[in-house]
Structures are given as C-alpha cells and as structure tokens.
C-alpha cells in the first residue's frame, strides 16, 4: 500500500513538471507524503486526492492541506490558499471537489481544483465574499 | 395571468423592457442582494449537513421561490414583466440572439474574459461587479471553453425518471430526477453544465451576477413543470422525518414561510408558454 502511494505521487509530480505547468516547490514531496498519512485516518473509502501541496502555479503560490479542526474541517477537511489568501473548497459526498471559483465543475482532488481556479483568476486576486 | 416566454420569442420591445429593470434592480442595489444571498446558500449547502438551495431535494422548490421573488422585484419596476426562459437545447450558439448586444451582450474578450458588448458590459458603467469572490469589476464569461450544452436527448432521459428524489438526498443520490437535472450525475449533467459551459461568473458561487442565470434557471423551473405533467402520481421526496433536508412540509430558509409543498403548483404565479 505504502509503496502505491509513493509511486504515485511521484508519478503525478513527474507528470505535472513534464506538462510544464507547475514548478513543485522544495519540499513538496515531504508535504505530500505527510498529507497522505492524514488522508489515512480521517476518510474512508477514498485513497487518494488530500494529498498536502505548495507550488508555484503560473506565477501564483498554491497551497493545500489537510485540517481535522474549525470551520475548514466541515468543509471536507482541507484548507486551500492562493497567494495567501483563501480559496472556498468543499468536498461533495463521492470525494470530488469543487471550489468558490468552480462551482458546478467536480474535480477529484484538491491540486487539480486549484490549479483550475488559478487559470480561471487570469491574475486576479481572491477576496472575502461578504456575508 | 402572467406567462413566461422562451426568450428566442420576446419582442424588441420586451427584451428592452426586461434589460431595462434588471438596471434599474442593480442601480438600487435590490440586485446585488439576490446574489448575496445565493451565495450564502451555494456556500453552505453541504452533502453531510443541513443542505436547502443545492444538492438536495429543495433544489427545485427553493429555486421556484426565488425566482418568483425576483421576478416580483422586476414587475415593481415594471408590471408587464415576467422572466423569459433560455432552451439551451436549442439556442446553443456564441451567436443565438440571447448574446445579441440588444439583450445579455456576448461573449467575453479572451484577454480578461470581460464582456464588451450589450446592456452588461462594464464600459456603460451600470454593471459593476460588487459582490464577488475575486477583485476583477467586470462580468466575465467564458462560453464554450469548459463544459458542453446538454442535448435535448440528454434531457428526455433525465425527463423520464419517475423517481423525484432518492437518499441520500444529495449530490450522490441515483435515480433521483433532482440529482440528475441539477447534473451531479448523469451524462448531461444538466443544470450544472449550462453554469461550466457559460464559464465566468455563471461557473462561480456569484452566478446570478450574470442575468443569464435568470434565463438558465427559469428553463430549469420550466423542465421540472414538465415532468410533473408526464409524472403525475410522482410526487416531491422525502416526505417527512429526514435530517439536514427540506421535506414536503418543512418550511425554507431564507423566507421561514414557504414549503416545497406550496411551490409544487406555479400556476398561481405563472404559466409557461
Ligand atoms: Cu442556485
Ligand atoms: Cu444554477
């Protein structure tokens, strides 16, 4: 089991880098492998999709990972920001994702729905809706 | 009695009317509070807690409530007014008249996805995008870049389920009617499609700052009037006793007064033509 997950993990990493999308950041193999620990315990049924990430994504810093406390958790445990700033996420019933930025549009882990919302923001920044 | 139209049929003269109360609604700012408070829903309804606006079965009744409020807003302006319908299934095309410069305006420019052309664009000045998720002021689209228009076959297949509702009464339910013409599921995915293909705006949590959410979701009142014609022993699910979801009797947030029960029948409101 462990050694699938790696395998994969570094299976999409050389994909992502090969696609030239995405320069991985240092380090974000650690964070994967750390949010795949997570994953582990706190969801059943889906093995893949809340792995951890930090990249630079066309210019933008992306950032994900797992949280088991607060609102985020509610949310389908996993806390995403853009360039800092919050990124709305939420976790449907069959483990796919959508986001503020897509909202009709399932995608099946956390990276894949931020690095589309990123192509969506063409550079624009993310705020606070007011409630 | 008030009749809905499909939108290809109004005149100039509707079309200006129409065009003309949605501005008056967004200079006052009664609009801007339709879109406040779509979001709050899309935001919060969830598939494992309390669930009203989406993925669930009040999905349809909670849209049918408010449109007709809506709607109730544009006739204060003017009396005349009811919302057209967008058959997507048809008028499929950049180019229908829907995106005329004379109605919702075209598509957006590909640098900034900004609309450029019609009564929308940001250049006039009266459509400023306030309440919003990302900082760019103007209405986006992006039309044709992600998603694709169901077909009309993928429709009549998701008419002929008899089932309204199924658990888990949410965006995983199977042979659910909701489910798949809100398009969780389905190969057309239907509701939800129309908002991907649209792209921009519509693809956010802010939809209703494009005026074609109207449009799109009036045809989608419309499909669900039609398939109670075709089902008439089928009635809304779950009917009583279900946690985190609306049933038959249990009233609606935001209105507190109004349970899907009461929105069944629209022809006290409207009719379709
Ligand atoms: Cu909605
Ligand atoms: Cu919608």
Excluded: C
């Excluded at chain 1, 950041?25 to 795949?36: K, M, N, S, Y």
């Excluded at chain 2, 008899?162 to 509701?191: C, I, K, Q």
């Amino acid at each position: 089991m462990s050694s699938n997950v790696s395998r994969r993990i570094v299976l999409r990493g050389t994909a992502a880098a090969a696609a030239g999308v995405a320069l991985l950041a240092t380090g974000a193999r650690a964070a994967d492998h750390t949010g795949h620990t997570m994953d582990h315990t706190g969801h059943e049924g889906h093995g893949t999709g809340l792995a951890a990430f930090d990249e630079v994504y066309k210019g933008r810093r992306i950032v994900g990972k797992p949280v088991t406390s607060g609102e985020h958790a509610a949310h389908g445990g996993f806390a995403v920001t853009i360039d800092g700033k919050e990124l709305h996420v939420m976790r449907n019933a069959d483990g796919t994702w959508i986001s503020v930025i897509n909202h009709y549009q399932v995608f099946p882990e956390p990276l894949s729905l931020t690095r589309a919302a990123v192509d969506k923001l063409r550079g624009a920044s993310l705020v606070p809706i007011q409630m | 009695m008030a009749v809905r139209k499909n939108q290809a049929n109004l005149t100039a003269t509707e079309k200006r009317t129409f065009v003309n109360a949605l501005l008056e609604l967004k200079r006052t700012g009664v609009y801007d509070g339709f879109v406040r408070t779509h979001d709050q829903f899309i935001m919060s309804d969830r598939d494992d807690s309390d669930r009203v606006g989406h993925r669930s079965p009040s999905f349809l009744p909670w849209h049918r409530r408010f449109l007709i409020q809506f709607e109730q807003e544009l006739q204060k302006v003017d009396p005349s007014i009811t919302l057209p319908y967008w058959d997507w299934t048809v008028d499929r095309s950049v180019n229908s008249s829907i995106f005329g410069a004379d109605f919702m305006g075209g598509n957006g420019r590909s640098r900034d996805a900004q609309v450029t052309t019609g009564p929308f664009a940001y250049s006039t000045g009266k459509w400023n995008i306030n309440v919003q998720a990302e900082n760019s002021p103007f209405l986006q689209r992006e039309m044709g870049a992600a998603g694709t228009l169901p077909t009309r076959a993928q429709v009549d297949a998701v008419l002929a389920m008899p089932v309204y509702d199924t658990a888990p009464w949410n965006s995983a339910s199977e042979g659910s009617f909701r489910n798949y013409l809100e398009g969780w599921r389905g190969a057309g995915r239907v509701h939800n499609n129309v908002h991907v293909w649209m792209g921009g705006h519509m693809a956010t949590g802010v939809s209703p700052n494009d005026p074609v959410f109207w449009l799109h979701h009036a045809h989608i009142d419309k499909l669900w009037s039609d398939w109670q014609r075709m089902h008439p022993s089928s009635a809304y699910l779950p009917a009583a006793g279900t946690a985190n979801v609306v049933d038959l009797n249990d009233t609606m947030r935001p209105w507190n007064n109004v349970t899907p029960a009461q929105m069944l029948d629209h022809s006290a409101y409207y009719t379709y033509a």
